[in-house]
C-alpha cells in the first residue's frame, strides 16, 4: 500500500534509536555496568581488597561509587596505557585465582602492540617487603607473585578507574558507530578471514604476530607499576602456532574485566544468564584507517567523506514519499493517503531520532557523527530541511490535494466554509457528544500551565473577565478518541477542533473569548528499560510505558497567525527553543487523511488486487485449505507478499500445525501482530489441545509494546511458554517450527520469513518467506530456539547466519570472496535489498568490491549513508529506491559466487542495531529455482528500466519515471501484480 507504512505496526520505518546508542540504554551497558569497581584495589586496612571478580558477588553501589571517586585507586588496565609491551609476546593469564582480570577494556582491542609510552614517575620507590605491602611499590621488575603484580600502585600517577559508562559519557564508546563519527568497528575481532566454516559461522583465526608467534583476537589481562612500566602477572612463553590460555571470568565484574569477543567482537553479557552477546564496545579510529585483520590490498586508506549522513538520508526517503502525493499520476485518494504517511513517518522521526539526539547532546555523549557533522550540525541539518518539507507538505494538501478532492464530490473544509445549516447541525453534535468529554483548563496562580501529552491536538484559549477587564489563558485539549474528521453532510468533512473552536462560549460562560489557537507538541517517547536491572521485565515495561508520555518536547506546531504572547507563553511553559517551532497553515496533524483515503471511492484508488494461494502450494484454486505439510514434503515454497496470500499460506501453516493432532510442538516468535491475530488464537487453540507451544514475544518493539505485553499475557493464561528473549538484545527474527510425528519419526516444518505476523499488514507489506520441511533448516532453528529459551551457547548453523554472533562477518567474508572471483575472471557481482544500510564495516567492504571492479546494486528503501558513485571509490555502485502502492519490506542478499549463486533471505538490516543489538536470521536458499527467482527480482528492481529513485554521490535522489521518449518506465509491482493474474487464469 504505502511505502512507509502506517503508524500502528511502525515498522515501517523500522528506524534505529537514537536512544539506543546512549549511554543509558540497557543493550550498551550490559559491558561494564558494575565496572566501577577496580579489581586491584585495597582497603582502608592495607590488605588487598576483595572485589566482585574475586569473590564471585556483585559489588555494592556504594563500594562501586566510592572507587570511581577516590583517584588512588586504578585498575592496571588503566595504568597500562602507558607501559611498554615487551619484546617477547607471551601468554598470559590473570593473577586472580578466581578467573578475574585487573582489566577494565583498556587492554589493546585489536590485538597489536600499541607504542610505548615513558613513565610518568622518575622516582623509583623500594620494594614491597611482602605481597601484603606491596601496594605501594614502584619497582619496575617483574612480580614474584600474582598479589604483588596486581597491587603495585602509586598514589601520585594514579588515574581514576574507568567503567564502561563512564566511557560511554566521555563519547568514547559508541557500540553502533553511529555517533562516533568514525566506521564502526568490533574491538578485538579482526576481519581475518575464517579458518574453518559452515554455512553462518564465522570463526577468528589467530593472527601471526612479528615475532612469529600467534596471538587470539583477545588481549589477555596485563598488571602495571605506578611508573607506567608493563609486569606480567604470570608469564608464559608461548609457542610458535599456540594460542594463549582461555580466559574464563567468575562473576559479572570479571566478565567486564576480561574481553572475550565472539564472532563479532562482541563483550559476552554481564550477568545475562544466557551467556549471550551485548553490543560491542567500540574504539573511535581515524576515518578511513586499516582495521587489523585487513586482507592484503584492503589496507588502502578511504576517504573521510565516504558516509552519508544518515538523518539527511532518512529526511530524503520522507521526501521521496511526499513526492508520491505530489504526483498526479498517483490516484487522488492514495495521494491523500500518503499525505497522512509523511505527517506520521515526521512524528516518528522527532519522537525518537531528534529526542535522542537532543538527549545525547543535554548529557555530553554525542559525538561527531560518521558524515563528519558534528550533533548541533545535524540539529541544525534537521531543522531546516523539515521546515522546508512541512511547508512543502501543507501546500501539496491546499494547493493540490484538497481542491482535487473537492472536485470529485470529497470537500475537506473549515468552520466558516461551512453552510449555516451545517452549523446548525454541528452545533447538535456539539452538545451530544463532543462538549462531555472536553475539560478546559484554566492557567493562573491557583492552575498551573497542564501538562500537554505529546501528539495531542490543543487550543490555546485568550479570554477576558468582563468585570474586571483581566486577561485569562486556558488550554483545551482535542479528546484523541473524536472522530478526527467530522462528516456534517455527505462527503463534506471538518477538522473537529473547528467544531470545538466554534464553540468555546459554552466552554467559558459569562467569559469573552479574544483568541484562539491550535497547537501540537511532540515528545520524546523512546523506552529505556533496565534489562540488567529489572526483576521483571514486564512490569518494568509497562512501567517505562507510564513514563513514556511525559518526555521533553522536541517539536511544537502551531498554526499560522498565532498571537506572540501565546507563543511566548508556550515556549517558556513548555520550556522549548525557538528553532523547534514549526507555523504552517492548518488544519495540523494531517495524519487523520488516512480516514479520508478509505473512504469508498475506488475509482480514486489503486485497482483491488486479491492475493492468491501459492501454486506451489495448491495447482488449482479451490475454496478449501491446501493441505500445507503435504505440500511442504514435496518441495520448498518461496512466499512473496502480497503478491501470493499470506492467509494460505503462513496463516494456515500455524491454523493447520495447531489443529493436527500428530504435530507435538510449535516454536513461534512474535514481534509485531494485529490486534485480532489469527496467529495467536491458533497458537492459543494449540497449546488448550495439549501440544508443546513456544512463544518468543518482543515486548520491546517500538509502538507495539503495550499491545505485545496483552498478547503474553494472553497467550501464558492459555498454557503457553513465553519468554522475552534475551537481556540487551531484540528478537527481531521472524520463525516458526512445527514438529510433527509421522510414523515411527519426527520431521520438522519451518517458516523464515522477512516480515512480522501481521495478517493485515501482509496485504500491502511486500516480504519474503521460506517453508520448508528441509531437516537441516530444522535442525537449525531448533538449535536457536532453545538458545532463545534456555542457556545454550550454540554459535554454528548449517544453513542460517544469525545477528550478532555471524551475521555481519559472514555476509563481509561473501562480499570479499566476489573480489576473489572477480580477480580470477570468474562471474562476480553482489546484489542487495534492505530498508537501510547504515553498517560502516559492510559500507567499507562494499567500497573495496568496487574499488576492484566487482558490480554491485543495491536496492533500498530508506535510510543509506553508502555513497554511489564516487569515482575511485564507488563507480561499480548503484543505488536505486523503489516506492508504491506497497511498502518495500523484504531483505535479500545475493552473490553470483563464480557462478555458483549464493541468495539469502531474512529479518536483518545493514544497521548497527540490527547486526549489534538483535537476534536477527538469515536463510541460504538452497532450490536453484528459488535462487534465479530470486536474483531476477533484484536484477528487475534495480534496472534502469524500472521506475526508481536514483541515489547520487552527493546524496541526493532524483526520480526516474519515464523514459527519454517520455514514456513511463517499469514499475515492478504493478508488474508483478499482473503476472500473478496471468498465472491465476493460466491456472483456471
Not at 543493550?27 to 581488597?49: F, K
Request: glycine share 8%.
Amino acid at each position: 500500500m504505502s511505502p512507509e507504512a502506517q503508524p500502528q505496526p511502525s515498522d515501517p520505518v523500522d528506524q534505529e534509536p537514537v536512544g539506543a546508542i546512549e549511554a543509558s540504554r540497557p543493550a550498551d551497558r550490559e559491558a561494564g555496568s558494575d565496572a566501577g569497581v577496580p579489581p586491584g584495589g585495597a582497603g582502608r586496612s592495607g590488605a588487598p581488597r576483595r572485589t566482585a571478580a574475586r569473590t564471585g558477588r556483585r559489588a555494592a553501589p556504594g563500594r562501586a561509587s566510592a572507587s570511581l571517586a577516590n583517584p588512588a585507586r586504578r585498575t592496571s588496565a588503566a595504568r597500562a596505557r602507558g607501559a611498554a609491551r615487551p619484546d617477547t609476546v607471551s601468554a598470559e593469564v590473570p593473577a586472580d585465582p578466581a578467573g578475574a582480570s585487573d582489566a577494565s577494556g583498556a587492554a589493546d582491542p585489536t590485538g597489536t602492540a600499541k607504542a610505548a609510552e615513558p613513565a610518568k614517575s622518575a622516582k623509583p620507590a623500594k620494594p614491597a617487603k611482602t605481597a601484603k605491602s606491596a601496594k605501594t611499590t614502584t619497582s619496575t621488575k617483574p612480580a614474584k607473585s600474582a598479589k604483588s603484580a596486581k597491587t603495585a600502585e602509586s598514589a601520585k600517577t594514579a588515574k581514576t578507574a574507568k567503567s564502561v559508562k563512564s566511557a560511554k559519557s566521555a563519547g568514547t564508546t559508541e557500540p553502533d558507530g553511529e555517533a562516533a563519527g568514525k566506521p564502526a568497528r568490533d574491538t578485538g575481532t579482526p576481519d581475518a578471514a575464517p579458518a574453518d566454516r559452515v554455512d553462518g559461522a564465522v570463526r577468528p583465526t589467530r593472527r601471526a604476530t612479528g615475532s612469529g608467534t600467534t596471538r587470539p583476537a583477545a588481549v589477555s589481562s596485563r598488571t602495571v607499576n605506578s611508573a607506567g612500566a608493563t609486569r606480567a602477572a604470570r608469564s608464559v612463553k608461548a609457542p610458535t602456532g599456540a594460542a594463549a590460555p582461555p580466559i574464563k571470568p567468575s562473576s559479572r565484574a570479571a566478565a567486564v574485566a576480561v574481553r572475550r569477543p565472539g564472532a563479532n567482537g562482541a563483550t559476552p553479557v554481564n550477568g545475562g544468564a544466557h551467556g549471550e552477546v551485548a553490543a560491542p564496545r567500540r574504539t573511535p579510529r581515524p576515518a578511513g584507517a586499516a582495521r587489523a585483520g585487513d586482507r592484503p590490498g584492503e589496507r588502502e586508506e578511504l576517504p573521510d567523506d565516504r558516509f552519508l549522513d544518515r538523518e539527511r538520508s532518512w529526511l530524503g526517503f520522507n521526501e521521496r514519499v511526499l513526492e508520491l502525493a505530489e504526483d498526479p499520476t498517483t490516484p487522488l485518494l492514495e495521494r491523500a493517503r500518503f499525505l497522512g504517511i509523511f505527517a506520521g513517518n515526521l512524528d516518528e522521526f522527532f519522537m525518537v531520532r531528534v529526542a535522542g539526539l537532543k538527549r545525547r547532546i543535554a548529557t555530553g555523549v554525542a559525538t561527531r557523527a560518521a558524515s563528519g557533522h558534528q550533533p548541533r550540525e545535524v540539529l541544525e541539518i534537521i531543522w531546516n530541511r523539515t521546515r522546508e518539507l512541512m511547508t512543502r507538505h501543507a501546500a501539496c494538501y491546499h494547493e493540490r490535494v484538497a481542491p482535487e478532492l473537492a472536485e470529485q464530490g470529497i470537500h475537506l473544509l473549515r468552520w466558516p466554509e461551512l453552510t449555516e445549516q451545517e452549523q446548525t447541525r454541528l452545533f447538535s453534535l456539539f452538545r451530544r457528544k463532543i462538549f462531555p468529554v472536553l475539560t478546559p483548563l484554566a492557567v493562573d496562580p491557583a492552575h498551573p500551565f497542564p501538562y500537554i501529552s505529546g501528539l495531542s491536538l490543543n487550543l490555546a484559549v485568550v479570554v477576558r473577565n468582563p468585570s474586571t477587564g483581566h486577561k485569562h489563558f486556558a488550554r483545551v485539549k482535542v479528546p484523541p478518541l473524536l472522530t478526527r474528521f467530522q462528516e456534517v453532510s455527505p462527503q463534506r468533512y471538518v477538522p473537529v477542533e473547528d467544531v470545538i473552536a466554534a464553540h468555546l462560549e459554552e466552554l467559558f460562560p459569562g467569559m469573552e473569548v479574544l483568541a484562539h489557537h491550535h497547537f501540537r507538541v511532540t515528545r520524546n517517547e523512546d523506552l529505556e528499560v533496565e534489562e540488567d536491572d529489572a526483576e521483571n521485565l514486564l512490569q518494568a515495561l509497562e512501567k517505562e510505558l507510564l513514563r513514556r508520555r511525559f518526555g521533553p518536547p522536541v517539536r511544537l506546531e502551531v498554526e499560522e497567525g498565532i498571537d506572540p504572547e501565546v507563543l511566548d507563553l508556550l515556549l517558556r511553559e513548555l520550556k522549548i527553543s525557538g528553532n523547534e517551532v514549526y507555523e504552517v497553515p492548518g488544519p495540523l496533524d494531517l495524519t487523520g487523511l488516512s480516514a479520508i483515503a478509505d473512504l469508498d471511492r475506488p475509482e480514486l484508488k489503486y485497482p483491488k488486487f486479491i492475493a492468491g494461494t501459492h501454486r506451489d502450494l495448491a495447482e488449482v484454486e479451490s475454496a478449501s485449505p491446501p493441505d500445507i505439510f503435504a505440500a511442504l514434503r514435496e518441495r520448498d515454497v518461496l512466499l512473496h507478499h502480497p503478491y501470493d496470500s499470506f492467509s494460505t499460506s503462513v496463516q494456515a501453516f500455524v491454523e493447520q500445525a495447531a489443529a493436527d493432532p500428530d504435530v507435538l510442538a510449535i516454536k513461534q516468535t512474535l514481534y509485531r501482530t494485529s490486534g485480532d491475530s489469527p496467529i495467536v488464537d491458533a497458537l492459543i487453540d494449540a497449546a488448550e489441545s495439549g501440544k508443546q507451544v513456544l512463544v518468543l514475544v518482543e515486548i520491546k518493539a517500538r509502538f507495539d509494546e503495550q499491545a505485545n505485553i496483552k498478547w503474553a499475557r494472553k497467550l501464558v493464561e492459555a498454557g503457553c511458554h513465553v519468554v522475552y528473549g534475551l537481556v540487551g538484545l531484540k528478537t527481531h527474527c521472524k520463525l516458526s517450527l512445527v514438529v510433527r510425528q509421522e510414523g515411527d519419526n519426527l520431521r520438522r516444518y519451518a517458516h523464515i520469513g522477512t516480515g512480522n505476523y501481521h495478517p493485515k499488514t501482509a496485504r500491502f507489506y511486500e516480504d519474503l518467506g521460506l517453508l520448508t520441511a528441509d531437516p537441516e533448516v530444522g535442525a537449525d532453528l531448533s538449535d536457536l530456539f532453545n538458545r532463545l529459551s534456555g542457556y545454550s551457547r550454540r554459535e554454528t548453523y548449517r544453513r542460517l547466519l544469525v545477528a550478532p554472533r555471524s551475521l555481519r562477518d559472514g555476509l563481509i567474508e561473501r562480499i570479499r570472496r566476489e573480489i576473489v572471483h572477480h580477480r580470477a575472471g570468474r562471474p562476480a557481482g553482489v546484489r542487495i535489498k534492505v530498508n537501510s544500510l547504515v553498517d560502516e564495516r559492510v559500507i567499507d567492504a562494499l567500497y573495496r568490491a568496487s574499488r576492484a571492479g566487482v558490480p554491485v546494486d543495491v536496492w533500498v528503501r530508506g535510510i543509506c549513508a553508502l555513497r554511489p558513485g564516487v569515482p575511485g571509490l564507488s563507480e561499480n555502485i548503484r543505488v536505486r529506491s523503489v516506492l508504491g502502492r506497497f511498502l518495500e519490506h523484504s531483505r535479500v542478499y545475493a552473490f553470483a559466487a563464480g557462478g555458483e549463486s549464493e541468495v539469502w533471505l531474512g529479518s536483518a538490516d545493514l544497521m548497527h542495531r540490527n547486526l549489534d543489538r538483535r537476534i536477527e536470521v538469515l536463510v541460504r536458499v538452497a532450490d536453484p529455482a528459488h535462487r534465479s527467482a530470486l536474483t531476477r527480482l533484484l536484477a528487475t528492481g534495480t534496472a534502469d528500466s524500472t521506475a526508481s529513485w536514483h541515489l547520487g554521490p552527493d546524496g541526493e535522489w532524483t526520480r526516474h519515471a519515464v523514459d527519454a521518449d517520455g514514456e513511463p518506465l517499469r514499475n515492478i509491482q504493478e508488474t508483478l501484480i499482473e503476472a500473478r493474474r496471468k498465472r491465476r487464469v493460466g491456472n483456471a
